[in-house]
């Protein structure tokens, strides 16, 4: 996949630093390498040293001591590690190493990496880090089958008894008729989440004759029918299905996701299988399910709380199968997770620019500070864009336009083009995205970001004077959006202040401050329709910030854009869009 290059590469990145000037590194660009300006114990021809505080694969041991020193010291203490880490360049640990504040400020500057052995980093203290001038990298990649196949070990364990009937015939007993099971030939699966693990798991349960169908809000379409399946909305996949397997981040849009609500609109009778994260599951709204009759299984391998409680009533539910947290636990995922994180951290340390780093380097203090309000722009851009893309429709083709007097050698945009991936790309994923993972991220998600230049006249003091981000060949949920060429298209500026502001939607202007949240309204320009809204919204004790109307001729086509302090009920929502003359409507959080 090709991504643009930057219209200029600055010369100098700058990891962040700790309070002492002394732990700043000056880095300088070349070939492609952030190279320490300082002498470091491998800069000056001796090997670093890494210390690993829990088991690693030994393929991965291998390439850490080919590269540098390597100590494996497990079940250290909080005190212990704190001890130990002044004396190491990088370190290595899994889920149960706590790498807190603390931890960064016993290590005084010398600790440059720490690589995190599989996905989550709760265990790290990511603010720390980036203070301390210290580069967190994981290995995201490397368990996606072995997740897929205990998703489908678990579908099939509940559909046929195993855990129970084993638990009864060791315990004596031979009930050949209490735990008859169903076959799963011709059944429904509704993949919830289509981004790594997802088509795995689709891939393998139709090998297994069932029928598939998939909810992804961001998915491509043409990605699913590759596997054979379809794209339904989340009513449609979940009110179908006999089978629902769980594989979605856990973002502020998922967490308690299946809760009361949604579980009284599925199939009575459901089986449901989770191994993607606990807290998209509302377990005391599951444990009521599972009472009634709604879901007839659960089988889970992820809790909100890990370990779970161990007089968890879920956990002991005669309905449910559990396991604890085995998604990678397979020899060849731990190999190669191993690998993977072994990987990145010698790359890291070389001075390589981290592909699956999840804290962000940042440019010299003077550009960032001269960028910062525009970099507030273009993720308030990105975020808002990809609120308006309809269900199904994957986004491949970004195009993000910088309309500014500078001449390109004075224009750095690499912040800029982070933050427009950011912002699209972090509310749909639980991706972490800066300036040193930004185009892994966006080639990962099979996204082309393309950047042009518009060359105005005007006061090169001011970088920009416009940004606008363009989303080709998807469909939008709000037509008002789509500009002359077919295109979702936005343009912000930063006002005086510094303040972001949106200034295009689709092919009409608008002047609207990007806080809070948004109202969108496509309406005919009528008399009135502004002060219906408004009333609405104030009887529904939604506090209203703003409102500005765009229109293309009096009494055709406008676009009402509503700022709003909370986000409106349903119900509201509703009186929105049976108010006549408004003919469609969305809202965004911002």
Same mark, same amino acid.
């Given at each position: 996949?090709?991504?643009?290059?930057?219209?200029?590469?600055?010369?100098?990145?700058?990891?962040?630093?700790?309070?002492?000037?002394?732990?700043?590194?000056?880095?300088?660009?070349?070939?492609?390498?952030?190279?320490?300006?300082?002498?470091?114990?491998?800069?000056?021809?001796?090997?670093?040293?890494?210390?690993?505080?829990?088991?690693?694969?030994?393929?991965?041991?291998?390439?850490?001591?080919?590269?540098?020193?390597?100590?494996?010291?497990?079940? !250290?203490?909080?005190?212990?590690?704190?001890?130990?880490?002044?004396?190491?360049?990088?370190?290595?640990?899994?889920?149960? @190493? *706590?790498?807190?504040?603390?931890?960064?400020?016993?290590?005084?500057?010398?600790?440059?990496?720490?690589?995190?052995?599989?996905?989550?980093?709760?265990?790290?203290?990511?603010?720390?880090?980036?203070?301390?001038?210290?580069?967190?990298?994981?290995?995201?990649?490397?368990?996606?089958?072995?997740?897929?196949?205990?998703?489908?070990?678990?579908?099939?364990?509940?559909?046929?008894?195993?855990?129970?009937?084993?638990?009864?015939?060791?315990?004596?007993?031979?009930?050949?008729?209490?735990?008859?099971?169903?076959?799963?030939?011709?059944?429904?699966?509704?993949?919830?989440?289509?981004?790594?693990?997802?088509?795995?798991?689709?891939?393998?349960? +139709? $090998?297994?004759?069932?029928?598939?169908?998939?909810?992804?809000?961001?998915?491509?379409?043409?990605?699913?029918?590759?596997?054979?399946?379809?794209?339904?909305?989340?009513?449609?996949?979940?009110?179908?299905?006999? /089978?629902?397997? !769980?594989?979605?981040?856990?973002?502020?849009?998922?967490?308690?996701?299946?809760?009361?609500?949604?579980?009284?609109?599925?199939?009575?009778?459901?089986?449901?299988?989770? &191994?993607?994260?606990?807290?998209? &599951?509302?377990?005391?709204?599951?444990?009521?399910?599972?009472?009634?009759? @709604?879901?007839?299984?659960?089988?889970?391998?992820?809790?909100?709380?890990?370990?779970?409680?161990?007089?968890?009533?879920?956990?002991?539910?005669?309905?449910?199968?559990?396991?604890?947290?085995?998604?990678?636990?397979?020899?060849?995922?731990?190999?190669?997770?191993?690998?993977?994180?072994?990987?990145?951290?010698? $790359?890291?340390?070389?001075?390589?620019?981290?592909?699956?780093?999840?804290?962000?380097?940042?440019?010299?203090?003077?550009? !960032?500070?001269?960028?910062?309000?525009?970099?507030?722009?273009?993720?308030?851009?990105?975020?808002?864009?990809?609120? !308006?893309?309809?269900?199904?429709?994957?986004?491949?083709?970004?195009?993000?336009?910088?309309?500014?007097?500078?001449?390109?050698?004075?224009?750095?945009?690499?912040?800029?083009?982070?933050?427009?991936?950011?912002?699209?790309?972090?509310?749909?994923?639980?991706?972490?995205?800066?300036?040193?993972?930004?185009?892994?991220?966006?080639?990962?998600? $099979?996204?082309?970001?393309?950047?042009?230049? &518009?060359?105005?006249?005007?006061?090169?003091?001011?970088?920009?004077?416009?940004? *606008?981000?363009?989303?080709?060949?998807?469909?939008?949920?709000?037509?008002?959006?789509?500009?002359?060429?077919?295109?979702?298209?936005?343009?912000?500026?930063?006002?005086?202040?510094?303040?972001?502001?949106?200034?295009?939607?689709?092919?009409?202007?608008?002047?609207?401050?990007?806080?809070?949240?948004?109202?969108?309204?496509?309406?005919?320009?009528?008399?009135?329709?502004? $002060? +219906?809204?408004?009333?609405?919204?104030?009887?529904?004790?939604?506090?209203?910030?703003?409102?500005?109307?765009?229109?293309?001729?009096?009494?055709?086509?406008?676009?009402?854009?509503?700022?709003?302090?909370?986000?409106?009920?349903?119900?509201?929502?509703?009186?929105?869009?049976?108010?006549?003359?408004?003919?469609? /409507?969305?809202?965004?959080?911002?």
């Amino acid at each position: 996949m090709a991504l643009a290059t930057p219209l200029r590469l600055r010369r100098h990145l700058l990891l962040p630093a700790g309070p002492s000037p002394a732990t700043h590194r000056a880095l300088s660009l070349r070939r492609g390498r952030l190279l320490p300006a300082s002498l470091s114990s491998a800069a000056a021809g001796g090997r670093p040293t890494v210390l690993v505080t829990e088991t690693l694969g030994s393929a991965g041991l291998d390439l850490l001591r080919a590269f540098a020193n390597v100590d494996c010291s497990y079940e !250290l203490t909080a005190e212990e590690l704190r001890a130990k880490v002044s004396l190491v360049d990088a370190l290595v640990v899994r889920s149960g @190493t *706590q790498v807190t504040r603390e931890v960064f400020e016993a290590a005084r500057g010398r600790l440059r990496v720490v690589g995190r052995a599989g996905v989550g980093i709760d265990n790290v203290d990511l603010q720390a880090a980036t203070e301390a001038g210290c580069l967190v990298v994981n290995a995201p990649t490397a368990n996606t089958v072995a997740a897929a196949e205990h998703a489908v070990a678990l579908l099939a364990a509940v559909a046929r008894n195993i855990a129970p009937a084993d638990a009864s015939l060791k315990a004596g007993k031979w009930q050949r008729g209490k735990y008859v099971g169903v076959t799963l030939v011709g059944k429904t699966l509704a993949v919830m989440g289509f981004g790594k693990v997802g088509p795995e798991v689709a891939r393998r349960a +139709r $090998g297994l004759g069932m029928d598939v169908v998939a909810h992804d809000p961001y998915a491509a379409a043409d990605r699913a029918r590759a596997v054979g399946v379809d794209l339904v909305s989340f009513d449609e996949a979940i009110s179908t299905a006999d /089978f629902i397997s !769980l594989h979605m981040p856990l973002t502020p849009s998922t967490a308690k996701l299946f809760n009361d609500e949604t579980f009284a609109r599925m199939r009575k009778g459901v089986r449901i299988i989770n &191994v993607s994260r606990g807290g998209v &599951v509302d377990e005391e709204a599951l444990l009521r399910a599972l009472d009634n009759g @709604t879901v007839s299984q659960a089988a889970l391998d992820v809790f909100t709380e890990e370990p779970p409680p161990r007089d968890s009533k879920l956990v002991q539910h005669e309905n449910v199968t559990v396991t604890p947290h085995l998604g990678a636990s397979t020899i060849e995922a731990q190999e190669g997770v191993a690998l993977e994180i072994a990987e990145a951290v010698i $790359g890291a340390l070389r001075g390589d620019l981290a592909a699956t780093a999840v804290n962000a380097p940042m440019v010299p203090a003077e550009v !960032l500070s001269e960028l910062s309000p525009y970099i507030v722009l273009a993720e308030k851009l990105g975020r808002l864009v990809v609120q !308006l893309v309809a269900v199904g429709s994957g986004i491949k083709g970004v195009r993000v336009v910088y309309s500014s007097a500078r001449d390109p050698d004075d224009l750095d945009t690499r912040l800029l083009r982070a933050m427009v991936t950011k912002g699209i790309v972090e509310p749909i994923s639980s991706a972490f995205v800066n300036i040193v993972n930004a185009d892994y991220v966006a080639k990962q998600r $099979g996204l082309r970001i393309v950047e042009e230049r &518009v060359f105005l006249d005007g006061p090169p003091e001011v970088p920009l004077d416009s940004i *606008q981000v363009h989303l080709a060949n998807v469909e939008s949920k709000f037509a008002g959006a789509l500009s002359d060429a077919g295109h979702i298209c936005v343009e912000g500026k930063v006002r005086d202040g510094g303040a972001s502001h949106l200034t295009l939607v689709g092919s009409l202007s608008v002047d609207v401050s990007l806080e809070g949240n948004l109202i969108l309204c496509g309406q005919l320009d009528h008399p009135g329709i502004i $002060g +219906r809204v408004g009333s609405i919204l104030g009887k529904m004790n939604v506090n209203v910030s703003f409102m500005s109307v765009s229109r293309t001729a009096p009494g055709k086509q406008a676009i009402m854009a509503i700022g709003v302090d909370e986000e409106p009920g349903k119900e509201a929502l509703k009186l929105i869009g049976d108010t006549p003359s408004v003919e469609e /409507f969305v809202f965004l959080k911002l």
